[in-house]
């Protein structure tokens, strides 16, 4: 029963996600048995699930502090595992690796990984970006998340799970992750939630205000794009001039955003955090 709150938290907070779709009851308890079944709790230790991002995403590139890389920090965590086999790893590679045919990525995180440990201690898992099996089973079911700067961060803090960051994420210095300055800091936070994964009520109020912030409140619809495949989006317009000032309201006011004309675009950012910093 402990998965029971799993499908009715998330879907208070997140809208069904392209890649996801809408939870049954049914369909999460076929999935979490597909993952139980590869993926063995310690007996004593904790289980945690680290997410990582695609190595060319914009949510990644210059957004290093304490690590010189993303693939830096999936070092630093592995080399911690490998010394402590007590723990169990799952390393989830990010699906859209994989995902598009004839679009996979030229830098598989797991191909880096692979090049520095070609053998993985027996407390490691890997699951491969092209594996079907859902991430949010593996979120519900881990003690503890490791992010770089993935949203998952912001998802397993609402489930209540005690997130720790590595790189510079847009709700990094919030209230509700551990963010590693480090690999030394990494190592420290890692020793201290391992032994105590825990997340106090007030730390999960604040994701929750933040998530509905960010997810609902701060995006724009862009009615000139079109997605007929999820996953796969398009322009709809035929000729620059459609794209003029005026025509379209909600691309004026990115616009306007970017170059500093409007505050719009800025206060629904500042608005998102402001919904956790006025807790």
């Known amino acids: 029963e402990e998965y029971a709150d799993f499908v009715p938290l998330r879907q208070s907070c997140f809208r069904p996600r392209r890649d996801h779709p809408p939870f049954s009851r049914a369909g999460l308890e076929q999935i979490v048995l597909a ?79 692979r090049e ?44 209540g799970k005690p997130v720790i960051l590595g790189g510079v994420s847009h709700y990094r210095g919030l209230g509700f992750t551990r963010d590693a300055t480090s690999p030394l800091d990494l190592h420290r936070r890692l020793d201290e939630t391992l032994a105590d994964p825990s997340l106090g009520v007030e730390a999960v109020t604040l994701a929750r205000r933040y998530a509905y912030a960010f997810f609902f409140d701060a995006p724009l619809p862009l009615p000139m794009v079109d997605e007929p495949i999820p996953g796969l989006a398009r322009l ?26 409007g505050t719009d675009l800025q206060n629904r950012y500042v608005l998102a955090r402001d919904a956790v910093c006025s807790v």
């Open 236 to 261: 709809t317009v035929r000729h620059s001039a459609e794209l003029a000032p005026g025509r379209i309201e909600e691309l004026d006011r990115v616009c306007d955003g970017i170059l500093g004309l």
């Open 116 to 159: 520095r440990f070609p053998v993985l201690p027996d407390n490691i898992r890997v699951i491969e970006p092209d594996d079907p099996t859902s991430s949010y089973p593996i979120m519900a079911d881990a003690d503890i998340g490791l992010v770089y700067t993935s949203t998952v961060g912001i998802e397993m803090s609402v489930m």
């Open 35 to 113: 993952v139980e079944e590869r993926i063995e709790r310690p007996a004593a230790g904790r289980l945690v699930a680290l997410f990582t991002n695609v190595t060319w995403d914009s949510s990644v590139l210059g957004r290093d502090l304490g690590f010189e890389s993303m693939h830096h920090w999936l070092e630093t965590v592995v080399s911690y595992f490998a010394a402590h086999p007590e723990h169990r790893l799952v390393i989830r590679a990010h699906p859209a690796e994989a995902k598009r045919r004839g679009k996979e990525s030229r830098e598989p995180v797991l191909g880096h990984l």
